[in-house]
């Protein structure tokens, strides 16, 4: 088993910036893929961003690329990823979710891939 903590968020005015943080406790060392997704209020879980975690490389969404940065801690023994947000927009309002997961069956994209998921955290952007 795998638990997700996270925090961060709030609400912050549009064009401002939050820090999202998720740290993995328990099996970590199964760990293969961690990602961000969101679901806004009345729409579907959306793709934020993912890692091939010991891989390294990193993959965005086109809505948020160029304004979000995905992050991994590469301390040993360590697993956490951080999602830096700039320019935060109105649209970027939504409950964010970080996922993890030992296997990624159906690719990092996919919010079916992951079978551990953190708690959930708010980030409100205002106009």
């Known amino acids: 088993q795998v638990r997700l903590d996270q925090s961060g968020g709030g609400v912050v005015q549009a064009g401002g910036s939050l820090r999202l943080s998720c740290a993995a406790s328990?099996?970590?060392?199964?760990?293969?893929?961690m990602a961000w997704f969101r679901r806004a209020p009345g729409k579907d879980s959306e793709f934020v961003a993912s890692?091939?975690?010991?891989?390294?490389?990193?993959?965005?969404a086109d809505s948020i690329k160029g304004r979000f940065t995905l992050s991994r801690d590469t301390a040993k023994n360590r697993k956490a990823i951080y999602l830096q947000m700039n320019n935060l927009k109105s649209d970027d309002t939504a409950v964010y979710y970080c996922?993890?997961?030992?296997?990624?069956?159906?690719?990092?994209?996919?919010?079916?891939?992951?079978?551990?998921w953190g708690q959930g955290t708010q980030v409100t952007v205002s106009s």
């Open positions: 890692t091939r975690y010991n891989a390294g490389d990193i993959y965005y």
């Open positions: 996922a993890a997961d030992p296997d990624v069956e159906y690719g990092l994209g996919h919010a079916q891939s992951y079978r551990y």
């Open positions: 328990g099996r970590t060392s199964t760990v293969y893929g």
